[in-house]
């Protein structure tokens, strides 16, 4: 029986910009299963990263149901929802995001914190240890590197043991070579640890390294059926 | 060349508005605001005075006698010189209002007065009377109008009757203006006004009574007076000459002082505000960044991007200068009737010139010191940036030829502020002081980050996350810490600076002198009654001693045959008449420091024993030779001792002590301080007003209290001038506030992204805000226990005794105002939904 860890039933975002309301995801519906990792794909503008950010409850649905280890996100609160990211779920950016007035270490500890662990720094310092940042330990955000940071991103994403991993374009600010090695940490680290991966990526042989692959266009996704076309074409 | 191209540049830069230059502008403009505003209200007082300095005089001159009325040949004089002239007759005395134990008796200052008084002006009484008519009095008794001071205080209506001596009064009137009051209302005694003729039976005006005279005239118009003056000095001897061009030269000189001294504290205020400019231009240019980068690859030479930039935050540096000349030209005018019915002087409020511009240069100055930093850094942008990053990256310290120019600025600053205020000492050590905070409070906001940055490792620390992510951020690069630090330590380091200063001095005065300090000084009393005044006192048990000696009065004259004040200056031994007495044999308790008393039974030519601090500030030594002018008479007698005289107990001293026969047959009273317990003083007040109706009795709590409350009011105007000093370092730090919504905006959502719920991140934010109020605080009340400690030891060679309870009030008042300005701010970051932040960021 498979176990779906992720599900949205006709998800919509429609959000107020400066033309007037402007309709982001036109009803999604999509099953992601307990242990998978999936590849999303699309165009730039086509809702890639906004369809991640529903996921993990970082945007709020204006329509439908997005559903996350039988969660209802779209009834959760904002602190429900703080919560639920805390226990469950990690996150990692094109930007990497990190805390600018917090070291590396910091930067790490900081969610095994907020979610009561008593060991966060010791934990904090085995995963930049892993990640092969034991010297960048004491350094705050500007005086390391893009990888560097991406690296101290992704040991914060997966030092509380996520159940879901979302990555939006982790690679997208690297030189290749550097992205080739964040890649292999990012997928590594789900080997281990079992994650759910949800990566939003334009490069189509990233997406390959994935169990499945999803497109969108214009806030659809593209039916399986056209893809599986595609491949074959 | 490139000037015309950076002015062009310029102004298409300013195209974009002055968005983010609110707290700039505020800042520079409330500094330049409150300068003229006290330049104002200073050049007001000035001019009032001046232009009012005839009828303050109450007369176009005036000549003053200690103790004596004019000699027939002088009352000639002087009614050949002018065109009218009235005889005022000036003293302390007891007004008594009932009888027996239950009667009030409050000290006055009495004007006795002639029928030609006042001629100038006129006196303001209530009920609205001529004064003439209030004088007359009525059933058969002379009239007099009183202070409504000293009316409440007697618990006296008018229509009652009171006593001066020996002589009744009745009360006519409430006097609500005195036409001629050269004081300005700081007198020990509330005034009261009779007639002189009505005094003649009333005991008080007997040879040696303390009292002055002054003969007010009315000259022509074409009169020199510096001319008369000359005149004047050949047929008077020991007289006091002013005339309408400085009618009231004490409190001319009060006003000067203080409104000098205002403006100097404005100039911490216009510092604070710096603190603000400096940072509103570092944040702009940090801006453009990209633009100086841009502008680079198009062929900018740094020189170009500085004119740019310099002439922009110039045209900024002119509107902010014309909004605070503005409002500090208007505020005074604004408040022109609450002002004139404040100040007990005359005023003229209007636009000012000189005070304006004075305020106008101290704010260019001020604004080209606080941004010439911050535009230099201009130079460290390089083309590159636009393609690798490194925004805001350089060098923590301009090139020297900047440091320079700030150090040459600051130089010019300061100079002007002394050339200004003619207060150069106090400039400098101001000045100095100024500087000094501000390096303290930069390292103050150094350790306080390195603490935090500390602490937040700290391991007892972990797991509670709000508390460490707050250290964190005060801790981490970028924070707040100095520019919260400066700004508002620098406030409230002058408030607490004034804090210390008013409660020692007060502490001083009001808690340490009562204890230490007589009851009473009794003066006025007559020789023939000295011997039973003082079997009297020694009778009371409640009464543990009583001192006495006889005093006259005397002007310094000359030292060594040379005019006093050309040898000495400007010595405050000189000002007036000083307290002369006399002693055949060395007093048990004068210590002397050099020299030998005179034989007992001596009878050489006059020596005197000096006291001897004084003595040396005024340069005189053994064998000086000093001329004293009592009762118009000059007595040069030589210097032969120098004592120790100790004017901080409040107990009799002399600065002058004569041999008897130097002063032979001179009128004198004698003077008599009475230490009691303070449950007797009002009996002993009874008896001695019943039995010697002439003898004045000052009581040393009563004069404590005069003085506390003069001291109260230059606090509070020095308070309200830390206060604005306070508001600008408000404007400050709302500004920095507002300027890290941004970064606190991006933290909130990305501590939102990993789990943190609300209530730890507005926690984590209050308590950030929280540190670094307190610790602005304390630092502030290290620097002003610092500042006032100086002061007090070396201005006033007093005690300090650090004064808690304003102290926490400061460091309370840092942490309610940081905290109200970052929780004001917080609500945005904390509302705001993380994708949006955190995508525009991608």
Known sequence: ?233 | MSLAVAGRIARRELRGGIRGFRVFLACLALGVAAIAAVGSVRESIRVGLEREGSVILGGDAELELTYRFAEPEELAWMAETASAMTEVVDFRSMAVFGAGDSAERGLTQVKAVDDAYPLLGVARLQPDMDLGVALDGRDGLPGAVMDPVLISRLGIATGETFRLGEQDFVLTAALMREPDSATGGFTLGPRTIVRTDDLAESGLIQPGTLFETEYKLLLPEDTDLDALKIAAGKVFTGAHWRDRRNGSPGVARFVDRLGSFLVLVGLAGLAVGGVGVSAAVRAYLDEKTEVIATLKTLGAESRTIFQTYFIQIGVLTLVGLALGLVLGAALPIVFAPLIEARLPVPTEIALHPRPLAEAALYGALAALIFTIWPLARTEDVRAATLFRGGAGQSRSLPRAVWITVTLLLLGALVAAAALFSGLVDLTVYSALGLCAAFVVLVLAAALVRRLARRAARASALRGRSALRLALGSVGGPGGEALSVILSLGLGLAVLAAVGQIDANLRGAIARDLPDIAPSFFMVDIQPDQMEDFAARLAADPAIEKVESAPMLRGIVTEINGRPAEEVAGDHWVLHGDRGVTYSDLKPDNAVLTEGEWWPADFNGDPEISFAAEEAAELGLKLGDRITVNILGRDITATITSLRVVDFSTAGIGFVMSMNPTAVAGAPHTFISTVYADSDAEGAILRYISNAYPNVTAIRVKDAIERVSELLAGIAAAITYGALATLVTGGIVLIGAAAAGVRARTYEAAILKTIGASRRTILVSFALRSAFLGAAAGLVAIIAGGLAGWGVMRFVMDADFAFEPVSAFAIVVGGVLATLLAGLAFAWGPLAARPAGILRSRE
């Open chain 1, 1 to 233: 029986m498979t176990d779906t860890i992720l599900s949205l039933s006709d998800a919509r975002l429609s959000l107020d910009g400066n033309a007037g309301r402007v309709e982001i995801l036109k009803g999604i519906t999509l099953d992601i299963v307990r242990g998978e990792t999936v590849g999303m794909v699309g165009p730039s503008g086509s809702g890639k990263s906004s369809l991640l950010m529903l996921m993990g409850g970082l945007e709020r649905a204006t329509g439908g149901q997005v559903r996350a280890l039988g969660h209802d996100l779209t009834a959760l609160g904002e602190d429900a929802l703080a919560r639920f990211r805390r226990e469950h779920m990690g996150v990692v950016f094109q930007s990497f995001h990190l805390i600018p007035t917090m070291t590396a270490l910091e930067n790490v500890a900081t969610p095994l914190e907020l979610a009561g662990k008593a060991d966060a720094f010791e934990r904090a310092a085995e995963e930049l240890k892993a990640m092969g940042l034991t010297s960048r330990m004491d350094h705050y955000p500007a005086q390391m590197s893009g990888g560097e940071q991406q690296r101290v991103a992704l040991a914060r994403a997966f030092a509380p043991r996520p159940d879901i991993l979302l990555a939006d374009e982790p690679t997208g600010n690297l030189d290749t070579t550097t992205g080739q090695t964040i890649m292999d940490l990012l997928f590594g680290l789900r080997d281990r640890h079992g994650a759910t991966l949800v990566l939003v990526t334009h490069a189509p042989e990233l997406a390959e390294r994935c169990d499945r692959v999803i497109r969108l266009e214009d806030g659809q996704l593209v039916p399986e059926t056209a893809l599986k076309a595609e491949a074959a074409e």
